[in-house]
């Protein structure tokens, strides 16, 4: 299994509508250097190597709050095994999600939508659907998630955007069905507030 090229990635997201916060990949710290005032702090960093599958085991993941925890993080990320560069991406607040596809031998693309955080994790909150998924069914997965009130934002009046959640929910099902050689795709964090949905970190494997 390996990782989709970055550029590769953003281009099946913008062919999709799948919109993402400014993410910038750079090799060399002199690249960083030159453009490190040009972003709006804080910012995260992500290790990108396409045999890299899991970031964070290897600590490949990184929040700096000015220029110069940029360039430092970015040094010591750049001598990770197996990196061959560094995502810099500007933050995004709201409601944290997972949309993903798996392609199973005998249903095809599974897709798969869940809260995150301790939802996913320990609560289990997701739903599954075979593809084609319509932006209907898409809403109705929302809406069977056990922390739906959450995301309606019942207890601090923060609702997400379920019409762009749910966009993007039919854009990665339709992506499944006409991208047979992508075996998964994991978006995760999908970061959604009232005005929009953002897939903050994505991953294409074949």
Known sequence: MQVIEFEEAKKLL??????????????AEKEVKKNAGSF????????????????TEIGGVGEAKDKTELLKMFSKMLKIKGVEGVLVQEKVDGKSLIIGMKRDPQFGPVIMVGIGGIFTEILKDFILRVAPVSKEEALNMLIELKGYNYLCGKRDNQPIN??????????????ALKHEEIIEIDLNPVISNAKKSSAVDFKFII
């Open 40 to 55: 709006k702090y804080p910012v995260f960093l992500k290790v990108y190597g396409k045999d890299i599958l899991h970031r």
């Open 162 to 175: 379920f019409e762009e959640t749910a966009k993007i929910i039919t854009a990665i099902s339709n992506l």
């Open 14 to 27: 913008a062919e999709y509508k799948i919109s993402f916060p400014r993410t910038v990949f750079y090799s």
